[in-house]
């Protein structure tokens, strides 16, 4: 046994070679070679030896309890920031030819590193097809895994991953990008679309008491977090817009989407098959996003039953409405649509607005609207003097002119949306006078029309 054990001059000479080999490699690394191939050796050896040396792994789900996971839409959006020289191999790829408008990924299975308070941290992306019984279609799930040392595992959550949420919080905010995500039935799913609409709250002609009403209602919202959470309420806002076609509702929603910049879940109804579905669907929407229900007086059998029960009897009770709406034919049901308004809606979620619009007010069922469904119900009307003057700042670029008090008169005895005005007032003429006097003879016509309509 002992004639197997090295002497010991034997390992104090092989130390001191040992020790003068690496002095005699250090020597010749900074001495003879320049300093960036001496950098990209000390990081090709480093990053070999923290391959080995990671021994925890944490996964970020796709999805958490059923919901879209934030966490994996903070690494999502976090990671792109910190792709460098580490990462073995990018996805790339852009909505413009603007040079430096590249946006990039790490595509699934490859590895990038990020470096954070003296900590290695490995990221990779990973990809899993799941065959749910019953169903044709696969699901493809995707997850990221990080791996560090197990002795920064207290660091990483502590102090990591709440970098992460910061950063893809204050990327989220200031977001160049909006989407417009439409329910497909036929994938059962989102699908996006970049949302470039020009509607501001400047371009939108409104009363202006209206206007700064919402736009109030919108900037205190955002502050009132802690409020919320104080007084045990999800962080949500609902409004309801109604009022004739052509009058602005649709530009509203797009403004009120480029002042928060939220992305806009748009939702037909009619797409959605039952009341499950539905909560489905709501689920897989993210935060900071309106969700959007566009003429909601035509589009649920919540409104369409109400008639036909109206008739009736005057006040059917909650559970004799759903069985009505739901025993013939699937929908959605009345309570299905207030689940998401009061019940489902409030148990999820952060920072959402839902909005409903309608031409027909009056086609709906109250319970829609009842005291603490909506927060705010805003009228968009025919076009008053005050908001044709809006109009013609935008599209004249005048405040005034001799013919504005023929056209106040007019105004207040012709129903013309706004639509009309701007489609009028974008009439191709260098003359002023001469768009100003046809706008006049058009509302006179409207008039005459009106008035032997009336007879
Ligand atoms: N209040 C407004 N301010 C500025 N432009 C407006 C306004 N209302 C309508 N417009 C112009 O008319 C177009 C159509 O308006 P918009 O689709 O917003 O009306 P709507 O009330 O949503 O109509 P609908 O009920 O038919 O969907 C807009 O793209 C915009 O150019």
Same mark, same amino acid.
């Given at each position: 046994m002992a004639s197997f054990m090295p002497s010991m001059s034997t390992i104090l000479s092989g130390y001191a070679s040992l020790s003068a080999a690496i002095m005699l490699f250090r020597t010749i690394l900074s001495e003879m070679l320049p300093s960036q191939i001496r950098n990209y050796i000390f990081s090709k050896l480093s990053k070999s030896l923290f391959y080995f040396s990671p021994n925890f792994t944490l996964i970020v789900e796709q999805n958490w309890q059923a919901a879209s996971n934030q966490t994996f839409r903070a690494v999502e959006t976090y990671l792109p920031t910190i792709i460098?020289?580490?990462?073995d191999c990018l996805l790339i790829g852009s909505h413009?030819?603007?040079?430096?408008?590249l946006n990039m990924r790490i595509p699934v299975g490859c590895k990038t590193i990020d470096e954070f308070q003296g900590m290695k941290l490995e990221w990779s992306l990973h990809k899993e097809t799941i065959n749910s019984p019953g169903s044709h279609r696969d699901e493809v799930r995707y997850s990221y895994q990080l791996k560090c040392k197990r002795s920064d595992r207290e660091k990483v959550m502590r102090s990591y991953l709440p970098h992460i949420a910061d950063t893809a919080r204050s990327i989220l905010r200031r977001r160049e990008k909006l989407h417009i995500y439409t329910y497909e039935k036929n994938i059962c799913g989102w699908k996006s679309a970049v949302f470039k609409h020009p509607a501001t709250f400047a371009t939108l002609a409104m009363d202006p008491k209206s206007k700064a009403k919402i736009i109030k209602d919108l900037d205190t919202f955002v502050q009132q977090k802690d409020f919320f959470q104080r007084v045990g309420r999800t962080w949500k806002r609902g409004y309801f817009l109604h009022g004739?076609?052509?009058?602005?509702k649709s530009s509203l929603v797009a403004a009120i989407a480029n002042h928060q910049r939220y992305n806009i879940y748009?939702?037909? @109804? !009619?797409?959605?098959?039952s009341d499950a579905e539905l909560r489905r669907i709501l689920t897989s929407t993210t935060n900071r996003s309106i969700l959007l229900v566009e003429d909601i007086d035509c589009s649920t059998k919540a409104s369409r039953g109400r008639t036909k029960i109206r008739d009736e009897q005057e006040e059917p009770d909650q559970g004799e409405l759903d069985n009505r709406l739901s025993s013939s034919d699937p929908g959605i049901t009345l309570s299905g649509l207030l689940n998401f308004t009061d019940g489902l809606w409030s148990s999820f979620g952060d920072e959402r607005l839902i909005i409903f619009t309608t031409?027909?007010?009056?086609?709906?069922?109250p319970a829609l609207l009842r005291?603490?469904?909506?927060d705010l119900e805003i009228y968009m009307g025919y076009c008053t003097f005050a908001v044709f003057k809006q109009l013609a700042n935008s599209? @004249? !670029?005048?405040?005034?002119?001799?013919?504005f008090a023929a056209i106040e008169n007019l105004l207040k005895e012709v129903s013309v949306t706004p639509a009309e005005v701007a489609q009028q007032l974008m009439?191709?003429?260098?003359e002023l006078q001469d768009i100003l006097e046809s706008f006049i003879e058009f509302l006179k016509v409207k008039l005459r029309n009106e008035i032997e309509g009336g007879n």
């Open positions: 460098g020289t580490s990462a413009s030819l603007v040079p430096h408008n004739p076609p052509g009058t602005g748009d939702l037909q @109804l !009619q797409s959605v098959g031409n027909h007010k009056d086609k709906l069922d005291p603490g469904r909506m599209y @004249l !670029q005048i405040d005034n002119h001799h013919l009439m191709k003429s260098d």
